[in-house]
């Protein structure tokens, strides 16, 4: 409590941090949008983690906490890439953007061992002693859950007509796509693959022959509402 007290007097005084950055002067690092650590001495973040209160937002301003959400010092969070493939949703987790600027809330992925999400790479998950971190918050992927193989199953878990990547393995999966239709209210689906050496493109819904950053060995798995994809 005696160092939180320290830390609030500091940040009066107007000083600053950057994310996942230790503040010589404050001595602290804001490592998601709401929370923050002190650091060591050798400015490193560590010990207790701090939550900012609800609605509030750990900041680059003198004020700690602000509930000005354009004043977050780690803002990178469930924010589209340019190109509208994916958003990091946590440091090692993502969802695909379908080519809209909005994540979706049941298609995502996890990044492989000790990699992390960049919202600006090809490739979604880096390692992060050579690439920044988009997104701070903590998460936890889920690839250790029963597959979806019935594209029926697959279309009742998006619940919205269209064409959706069926799986992230580049020799087959990667290639197909499941289209979801409604009959009498009822989502069905079925399992198209593309021709030739054509990948399924998630944002375009279309067959291209580039290949796809959701297939790449850098992603451990990709999920629908938490159940893998094959």
């Known amino acids: 409590m005696l160092r939180l007290l320290i830390f609030l007097a ?13 503040s010589a002067t404050t001595g602290h690092s804001c490592i998601s949008e709401t929370e923050f650590q002190f650091c060591s001495s050798s400015s490193v973040a560590i010990g207790t983690t701090y939550t900012c209160p609800t609605g509030y937002y750990c900041t680059e301003s003198a004020v700690l906490c602000s509930a000005d959400s354009s004043l977050t010092a780690c803002s990178g969070c469930n924010k589209c890439s340019t190109d509208k493939r994916f958003a990091c949703t946590s440091r090692n987790t993502f969802a695909l953007c379908l080519g809209t600027t909005t994540p979706s809330a ?31 918050s903590s998460g936890t992927g889920n690839c250790g859950s029963t597959t979806i193989t019935d594209p029926n199953e697959y279309c009742r878990g998006v619940g919205t007509i269209g064409r959706y990547p069926y799986g992230g393995v580049t020799s087959t999966t990667c290639k197909q796509y499941v289209y979801c239709y409604v009959v009498s209210g009822v989502f069905y689906g079925n399992v198209y693959s593309c021709p030739g050496g054509n990948y399924f493109d998630s944002t375009t819904q279309q067959c291209t022959t580039a290949t796809q950053a959701r297939c790449s060995d850098s992603v451990q798995c990709l999920t629908l509402n938490n159940r893998l994809l094959p």
């Open 10 to 22: 500091f940040a009066i005084l107007g000083c600053q941090a950057a994310c996942n950055v230790c």
């Open 106 to 136: 049941s298609l995502g992925g996890t990044c492989g061992a000790s990699l992390v999400c960049n919202v600006a790479s090809e490739i979604i998950c880096v390692d992060p002693t050579h690439n920044p971190t988009t997104c701070w």
